[in-house]
Nanobody, 115 residues
């Protein structure tokens, strides 16, 4: 099993920045990649950013140039650096990890961008 704990969400004004962290514990050697998803009420959860075990990254078009995903392998932690936040970025952000045919999710952290 893998446990994921997110932190770093909160309230920020338009144009501001936030950094989300996701710390993985448990059977972390099984993890092939980690990512961030977000969800707003009534909408499907969407992929925001992904980083593979070997460091390859993928970002949703809506966040390219504003968000950066990175990881600290020694700490089993993935970060999502979010800049130039817009109201449309308001959502619950979930950390995701996958490996060995399984998926794991964190509990989610709220990000609210106000004008």
């Amino acid at each position: 099993q893998v446990q994921l704990v997110e932190s770093g969400g909160g309230l920020v004004q338009t144009g501001g920045s936030l950094r989300l962290s996701c710390a993985a514990s448990g059977s972390t050697a099984r993890i092939n990649g980690m990512g961030w998803y977000r969800q707003t009420p009534g909408m499907q959860r969407e992929m925001v950013a992904y980083i593979s075990r070997n460091g390859e990254t993928n970002l949703a078009d809506s966040v390219k140039g504003r968000f950066t995903i990175s990881r600290d392998g020694a700490k089993n932690t993935v970060y999502l650096e979010m800049m130039s936040l817009q109201r449309e970025d308001t959502a619950v952000y979930y950390c995701n990890a996958h490996g060995w045919g399984l998926e794991y999710w964190g509990q989610g952290t709220q990000v609210t961008v106000s004008s």
